[in-house]
């Protein structure tokens, strides 16, 4: 554990603190994507299957690592509750049209392609990197659908943007302290992922400078 | 062996 790491994943807690701490304050998801959160969902429920085999209590880092993917599978599923149950008359259904069928597709495709071994353990494994770095893509297109954002909003993009770029950073820490090797999986789509939020970063400091809501072309 | 493929990451 490092501290770009660290710092990363508390960025993403902090992402999911603010999307809830926005739904929760306003009484309503406007200006969320439905479809990136169940993206992040099947993600979540895909990659963390090893909660089935690892015991919480192996290591510290194992019981960390519990933790967190206890917290992110119950909030991603607590969010989509609400955005599909409490607040559904509040959701954006008619901005909210990525067809992220196509995501997922590609995303299965590219995994039964590339895996680091053949089993069905890596497979999801892989399908869930790939997912995940497009899983913002029908939150920033529906941003762009709709024009000005909640300042709320925008923070929950950036943080998560933010613990992305900390990842790399982790990651080319973890190249040069621990010589870690043949990770081209998770470091080639935690890239892209992180370069797909920056257009996004450039237009949220812009609106930070100006102190004005982002807006985005 | 996971340890190698960024397993004990989230």
């Known amino acids: 554990m490092n501290i770009f790491r660290l710092g990363g994943d508390m960025l993403h807690v902090v992402s999911i603190f603010l999307l809830l701490l926005k739904i929760q304050t306003s009484h309503s998801c406007a200006g969320l994507s439905l479809k990136t959160q169940i993206l992040y969902m099947v993600v979540f429920s895909t990659r963390y299957l090893d909660l089935f085999f690892t015991k919480p209590w192996h290591s510290a880092l194992t019981f960390y690592n519990t ?70 893509l029908p939150q920033l297109f529906l941003l762009q659908e709709t024009g000005e954002v909640e300042n709320i909003t925008s923070h929950y993009i950036f943080c998560l943007g933010g613990y992305r770029t900390l990842y790399i950073f982790n990651w080319v820490w973890r190249y040069f302290t621990e010589h870690r090797r043949n990770q081209w999986l998770a470091w080639g789509c935690g890239t892209v992922q992180t370069l797909i939020y920056a257009d996004f970063f450039y237009y949220y400091i812009l609106s930070r400078k100006q102190g004005k809501k982002l807006r985005l072309p | 062996e996971l340890k190698d493929e960024l397993k004990d990451e989230l």
Do not use: P
Request: glycine residues 0%; hydrophobic residues 55%; proline residues 0%.
């Open chain 1, 67 to 136: 933790i967190m993917k206890i917290l992110f599978l119950s909030s991603s599923a607590y969010t989509i509750y609400l955005m599909q149950k409490r607040y559904k008359h509040t959701y954006d259904k008619v901005h909210d049209t990525f067809r992220i069928q196509y995501l997922i597709a590609a995303a299965a495709v590219l995994a039964l392609i590339f895996h680091l071994r053949l089993t069905v353990f890596e497979i999801l494994w892989a399908f869930s990197v790939f997912l995940e770095s497009v899983a913002i």
